[in-house]
């Protein structure tokens, strides 16, 4: 009965997103005030529907309804609670119901939030939001119903696929779909701006707190996946350029680059075309990545979906999303009110450049990516574009970009002077030049590229703190620069604390490419390695069970100079519901960095194949990642407090 219910929520949800997509046109063609608020009712009513259904499939999998489909195809009884929970959206129909209640929250959040817009121009973005709205419905209801009934039930499940059995796992994929449908916001905000023909400062201040929301969003969710890698797969990398990993990256650098064009549309009212442009865009990524995850034209950890009917329809709603956005900016951009000029050397140039370098990056991931699907469909074989491609475009694109970053904020508004930014950033470039030369030096000349990343690092974390210096003038009035550093708006801490985050990441990839010490050995129980300064000793093994599967644990014991560090615990799991063999590797972090060890087969004799590892500041990549996202909070805080509704002050007060 709870799955008949989930499932007439979903009918009228569709209801509901057919009025919300077709009626307030209708009233605004009309001017009829009636029709034209029924937006609002409408998103509202599409969000509690979806509440219900999510909760029904939620229900369905915690009590191991069976003759439910999603919960035979993808869970199991001895399943722990966290992954009953997790199973609903690491799935194929339950990640799209997700999809969905999500599309609708970021609705009503618009509804709610955006009651200072002029209605006409609300529901018009509404509109958009519920036509989307209604292509996801029409996709889960008709060819990935979560709520198809078994007859007979089987008497248990399948099971999940052990390697998303993972808290990383747990979390990673709804904080990607948050950003991916956060985008949707952006792209009904673009959409409605070209319907009215009209995109302005306003406009632009209207629509970065929701690209922030996303762009949070999405690094956060790039962050999860990447540590999720790093210790559950066993291997030691954090990433690999899978097509899946670029799907959810492409979106993050388009809507990076968005969040810096609006600026440029707020201060300047310049760049209008291209802001719409990357709006659209962005999104247009996020389905790409949905096509590329459900339509099985790639085989993935990630991929849910092989159906070719599932493909078809995704296909055709990108073709009509997509191509019906685009043909609208074919004919309406164009009409946009040109806004103001600015000089080649101005914090506006400063911006075209981090959108022009960030856009072609995208370009290049996109094809990249793409490519060999193509070559394969055109009968050409099966073609891999492999990680040094895609590296060698990051140092080639984002070196200059990083480069940027330290001189754009010191540029004034439609005309600056590099004379004067360089000036100040100079101590930054001498530092940067003195800390490339003693790595070159050291390591005889052998990582000119790591010389190179780290030098970049400095100077762009060093130039971040000149440029605070700058705004508080710490060194021209140093008397009262506490006061000015305290009266910094939020915006300005959280512009600094990204850019700094983006800094520490490019310390840990740098480091922790160059100076990462692997050890593949076989060791016999009292066995020691050395890596790194540190003894691994081994205890050999033992066995374990857990709630779903059994388990050989290794021992080490790590020491250093004679002192005990910690003990290491890696596991070597066979899962049962679904049979599958799985590595958990144990990981100690330190200051230093990570000792981090992974058991592999038996090789005889007691003795055991084992990869030991020292991984120097690793944990650089989340903790960058971390301060980007306190950097986008700051800022959004900050800008929430610039555009919120004026306070009413009182009479006589």
């Given at each position: 009965m709870i799955a008949e219910l989930g499932h007439f929520a979903l009918m009228i949800a569709l209801v509901f997103a057919l009025m919300g997509a077709v009626v307030p046109h209708y009233g605004l063609a009309r001017g009829n005030a009636r029709l034209i608020s029924l937006a609002d009712n409408a998103v509202l009513g599409q969000f509690l529907m979806a509440v219900v259904a999510y909760a029904a499939l939620t229900y369905s999998f915690l009590i191991s309804d069976f003759s439910v489909y999603a919960v035979a195809a993808h869970s199991h009884s001895a399943k722990p609670l966290l992954y009953k929970i997790s199973g609903v959206w690491g799935n194929h129909e339950g990640s799209l119901m997700f999809w969905v209640l999500v599309l609708t929250l970021f609705g009503t959040a618009v509804s709610v939030k955006g009651k200072r817009l002029p209605m006409r121009f609300r529901s018009r973005v509404l509109a958009v939001q519920s036509a989307l709205v209604l292509g996801f419905l029409l996709f889960v209801i008709f060819t990935s119903n979560p709520f198809t009934r078994l007859d007979p039930a089987p008497l248990e499940g399948n099971g999940l696929n052990p390697l998303l059995q993972d808290p990383g796992l747990a979390f990673h994929p709804p904080m990607l779909y948050l950003g991916y449908v956060g985008l949707s916001v952006v792209f009904?905000?673009?959409?409605?701006?070209?319907?009215?023909?009209?995109?302005?400062?306003?406009?632009?201040?209207?629509?970065?707190?929701?690209?922030?929301?996303?762009?949070?969003?999405?690094?956060?969710?790039?962050?999860?996946?990447?540590?999720?890698?790093?210790?559950?797969?066993?291997?030691?990398?954090?990433?690999?350029?899978?097509?899946?990993?670029?799907?959810?990256?492409?979106?993050?650098?388009?809507?990076?680059?968005?969040?810096?064009?609006?600026?440029?549309?707020?201060?300047?009212?310049?760049?209008?075309?291209?802001?719409?442009?990357?709006?659209?865009?962005?999104?247009?990524?996020?389905?790409?990545?949905?096509?590329?995850?459900?339509?099985?034209?790639?085989?993935?950890?990630?991929?849910?979906?092989?159906?070719?009917?599932?493909?078809?329809?995704?296909?055709?709603?990108?073709?009509?999303?997509?191509?019906?956005?685009?043909?609208?900016?074919?004919?309406?951009?164009?009409?946009?009110?040109?806004?103001?000029?600015?000089?080649?050397?101005?914090?506006e140039s400063a911006l075209v450049l981090n959108n022009v370098l960030l856009s072609t990056f995208a370009a290049v991931v996109l094809v990249g990516t793409l490519y060999p699907l193509f070559v394969e469909a055109m009968g050409g074989g099966q073609l891999s574009v492999g990680p040094p491609f895609f590296e060698y475009a990051a140092a080639v694109l984002m070196s200059p970009l990083i480069v940027a970053l330290g001189f754009g904020p010191l540029l004034a508004w439609k005309r600056g002077r590099i004379s004067r930014a360089a000036q100040i950033v100079l101590p930054a470039l001498i530092v940067a030049l003195v800390a490339a030369l003693v790595i070159a030096w050291q390591s005889a000349g052998g990582v000119v590229m790591t010389a190179f990343g780290l030098g970049l690092a400095t100077w762009l974390i060093v130039s971040v703190f000149l440029e605070i210096a700058e705004r508080i003038q710490l060194f021209k009035k140093p008397g009262n620069a506490w006061g000015r550093l305290r009266n910094l708006p939020r915006a300005s801490w959280g512009m600094s604390l990204a850019h700094a985050g983006l800094a520490v990441i490019l310390f840990g990839i740098t480091i922790s490419e160059a100076w990462t010490e692997e050890h593949l050995v076989v060791m016999a129980p009292g066995e020691s390695v050395a890596v790194a300064g540190y003894d691994f000793t081994f205890g050999g093994v033992a066995p374990v069970a857990g709630p779903n599967f059994t388990a050989v644990r290794g021992f080490f014991d790590v020491s250093k100079n004679g002192g005990r560090v910690t003990e290491l615990t890696p596991e070597d799991r066979v899962y049962t519901n679904p049979v599958m063999n799985t590595t958990e590797a144990s990981i100690y972090p330190l200051v230093r960095g990570d000792l981090y060890a992974v058991i592999g087969e038996a090789a005889g004799q007691g003795r055991w194949s084992v990869r030991l590892y020292f991984k120097p500041f690793i944990s650089g990549l989340w903790l960058g990642a971390v301060m980007m996202m306190v950097g986008g909070l700051l800022s959004l805080s900050d800008r929430r407090l610039r555009i919120g509704a004026p306070k009413t002050v009182k009479a006589g007060a």
């Open positions: 009904s905000f673009a959409t409605a701006a070209l319907i009215e023909g009209e995109v302005t400062p306003l406009w632009a201040r209207w629509v970065r707190p929701w690209t922030l929301t996303a762009w949070m969003f999405l690094t956060g969710g790039l962050a999860l996946g990447s540590w999720w890698a790093y210790y559950e797969l066993g291997w030691g990398g954090w990433w690999f350029w899978d097509p899946v990993e670029n799907a959810a990256f492409m979106p993050w650098l388009a809507a990076t680059a968005l969040l810096h064009s609006a600026i440029v549309v707020e201060k300047r009212d310049a760049l209008k075309s291209w802001t719409i442009l990357l709006a659209i865009v962005a999104f247009s990524f996020s389905l790409l990545g949905t096509f590329l995850v459900r339509s099985g034209v790639i085989t993935s950890v990630h991929a849910f979906a092989s159906d070719p009917a599932r493909g078809v329809f995704i296909l055709a709603f990108l073709a009509v999303v997509i191509g019906g956005s685009m043909t609208l900016y074919a004919w309406r951009a164009p009409k946009l009110t040109p806004g103001g000029l600015f000089g080649l050397v101005s914090r």
